[in-house]
Nanobody, 115 residues
Framework: QVQLVESGGGLVQAGGSLRLSCAAS????????MGWYRQGPGKQRELVAT???????NYAESAKGRFTISRDNAKNTVTLQMNSLKPEDTAVYYC?????????WGQGTQVTVSS
């Protein structure tokens, strides 16, 4: 079982930046994917960015060029640097750990971007 704890959300003006962090504990294996998803008001949860244990990143189109995902396998952490934020980025952001198709989720952290 894996526990995920996010931090770093908040309120920011459009064009600003935020950095989200997630710490994983429990039965964590560095070879598995970690990443970030988000769920905006009235919307389904969607992928933002993920990274394999080997460091290969995958981004949603909306995140490309603005967001950067990174991870530290030694510390079991994953980070999402978000720049040039837009009001449409407003959502609850969830950390994700995936092993053999089974997902573990954090509690979520709210990101609000004001116009």
């Amino acid at each position: 079982q894996v526990q995920l704890v996010e931090s770093g959300g908040g309120l920011v003006q459009a064009g600003g930046s935020l950095r989200l962090s997630c710490a994983a504990s429990g039965r964590v294996f560095s070879g598995n994917n970690m990443g970030w998803y988000r769920q905006g008001p009235g919307k389904q949860r969607e992928l933002v960015a993920t990274m394999t244990g080997g460091g290969q990143a995958n981004y949603a189109e909306s995140a490309k060029g603005r967001f950067t995902i990174s991870r530290d396998n030694a510390k079991n952490t994953v980070t999402l640097q978000m720049n040039s934020l837009k009001p449409e980025d407003t959502a609850v952001y969830y950390c994700n750990y995936r092993r053999y198709g089974f997902d573990s989720w954090g509690q979520g952290t709210q990101v609000t971007v004001s116009s």
